[in-house]
């Protein structure tokens, strides 16, 4: 007896161990995917700009230059000017610039000249820059290297979002832990705790096989912000912290998102049915959240746009009761669960239903049933997620009425699907290896007769595992696609080893200072115009910091750029001759030539297996001119 509990006890320890280095190699598997999407895609577009320049100006500029023309409006006596939700737009064309900005308009803030449709919230971009202040600290050098700025901060936001999907993981592994009593017998005991862990494991593996989260994750989307806050708010709900899952939630639509209101809807009334939360709990943790969240924010917004803004009140505005988000197309209601979703989850959408249904192991059951006696499974249908899933399913219904939709706004409601793929994955697993669940070979007998079943279980899981696959297959085939729709970033980039080609030639072979200061009043400074087309496919200012500092290297050569917007006052169309270069969509533009045409708009041609791309952008120099 001595001897069979040692064995058993040997035995629980490797099974810890092993169940140990599994967690740690999916938990890689996520971040290893996330890296890949970083790194193959490092330039941005139009969708994350403005957390992305913001981060650029509060890295480079800080806060200095808002506080110090705040403190001259109230020196003066000027003042904020509260205007309405559309203060920064230009106003009745009397002539003036049509702005709240009262006093010091050239700041150096990117925003203020592009605002945008709808204001954003700083928060995650004061965040993530000040982390990277922290660093440059040690690393003096860093902010003479904008790229690499840039490639830190998104690495940030990645970190911080694996970690959340990793601290998930972990509380679906107590919280199955709970729920599955394990029995009296040991190696049962040692068994049955074996499939939360699978559970916990098969949800990183099904997360890192899809290209949404993954590729998402290192975007400066205020998405991305709120898909991070509430993938922690699901691991306090499943860690049956309802007041810490409301607190998550009320943050982020108060801050980042006031589309999470609807999610804090379904997912708090779900809770008051429950009796998880009082009434009286859920509206005072409510209003303090709340208003913490405004005093945390608020202050910061208004110093950054000049005048008291709360940024997700006009987003909310701007899209419920004027309902103008529907400008930018329109689609229909159920297209977020016959699109969206699909496309979003690909193949591993097929798992979710054995969640909530017990086929693998009833088909498993008659297939024993005529071998001999075996105890029948549970019902057919398998509720225990439903309370998870139900709201989030309501939350993305209730979306589905708003007519603009874009599977970005739904991604806080892929980690529960996940989740139930995970268990639904972890349901064809224990049919296919009836030992995790605890279940003896009873003899060699019913073994071999057996066998035609086991296969078809093992094939059933099979088929799970090559969901997964080809699902993962399918994100690095988005992956190697989106590498194509960033011919702006691209652009520029091609146009400054232009330019350092031009001046390396110019100078000739060489290097003596004397002919060096000879040549020198030839350089001509170089004038930049990048239109609408380049700025929202991947030109940032990081990009172009880069491309003018790389380019300036020692020179007395100005490198300056104009860009256009998709705003009204910043929308006009300059081809002066007056810019020395041009990247645009135009390929031939009078007084211009073509220097090098960069690819975009890329699609899957299947009949030929390649990536089709067609020219996107195009560099132009002006004519005569030269370094």
Known sequence: MTNANANVHDGMKVATVDTAATRRLCQCVLLLTSIIALCTCPHSKVEESFNLQASHDLFYHGLGPAWSAWRSSALFGVGFSAGSPS??????????NGSCLVIGDDLPYDHLKFPGVVPRTFTGAFFLSSIAKLISWFIPKLPSHPMIVQFLIRLELLLLSWMAHVRLSKSLERHFSVKLQPPSSNQMQMQQSTLPSIISNYYLLITASQFHVPFYSSRLLPNTFALLLVTHAYTEWFNNNPRRTAVY??????????????LLFTIGLTML????????????TGVLTGVCSLLMTVPLDSLLWRRPIWPEFEVWWFNTVDNRSSEWGTQQWHWYFSRALPKGMLLTALLVPFAFMRLPEHANWWGRKKFGKDRTPHGIFDLRLIRFFAPVCGFVMMYSFLPHKEIRFIFPALPIFNVCAAYGMSRLHQVAFPKSEGQEIRNKTNNKRNGKTNLVAKAIYLSGVGAISCTMMGNLLFVRLSKENYPGGVALERLRLHLETSMDSSLGSSNAPEIKKLQSPKWENVLLHIDVAAAMSGVSLFGQRY????????????????KSGYEEENSMESTSSMYTHLLTEQQSIDGYHLIESIPGHPRLDIRNFRIATKDAIFILERNGWQI
Do not use: M, P, Y
């Open 87 to 96: 203060c920064t737009a230009a106003t009745d064309g009397g002539g003036g």
């Open 249 to 262: 939630l009320v943050f982020t639509a108060a801050t980042f998102r006031c589309d999470a209101l609807l």
């Open 273 to 284: 049915i429950l009796r998880q939360l009082s009434i009286l709990q859920a509206i005072v």
């Open 547 to 562: 491309a003018s500092h790389h380019f300036l290297n020692g020179e007395k050569v100005s490198f300056k750029v104009d």
